[in-house]
């Protein structure tokens, strides 16, 4: 599985960005996809997951802010980042992984990952 990540940007403080995630196969009722993020310095970290129900999982300082998606006709995934704050600024990552569950949020747990997009959220 190959996966195209896109939209990222440069934003202020309490803007918002969408980000996608292409997958290059059928992902539909295979994988759980998701989000993490990796910060200057600092180990990549769970984000967002969704599974093939739809069925999600949030890391806790996003909660409330962000939204994750998928249109399995399209194998896309999306990030809908509101009330951005400074410290979501880091490159975010899309990854994928076999089976249905959505709470392994360690990056060894995950089998594929896109190539990172540039968030940047500015004072």
């Known amino acids: 599985v190959q996966l195209q990540a896109s939209g990222g940007g440069l934003v202020q403080t309490g803007g918002f960005l969408r980000l996608s995630c292409a997958a290059s196969?059928?992902?539909?009722?295979?994988?759980?996809m998701g989000w993490f993020r990796q910060a200057p310095g600092k180990e990549r970290v769970f984000v967002a997951a969704i599974n093939y129900s739809g069925t999600t999982h949030y890391e806790n300082s996003v909660k409330g802010r962000f939204t994750i998606s998928r249109d399995n006709a399209k194998n896309t995934i999306y990030l809908q980042m509101n009330s951005l704050k400074l410290e979501d600024t880091a490159v975010y990552y899309c990854?994928?992984?076999?089976?249905?569950?959505?709470?392994?949020?360690?990056?060894?747990?995950?089998?594929?990952w896109g190539q990172g997009t540039q968030v940047t959220v500015s004072s």
């Open positions: 990854g994928a992984r076999s089976g249905s569950t959505v709470e392994f949020t360690t990056t060894r747990t995950w089998d594929y």
């Open positions: 196969e059928r992902t539909a009722s295979a994988y759980t």
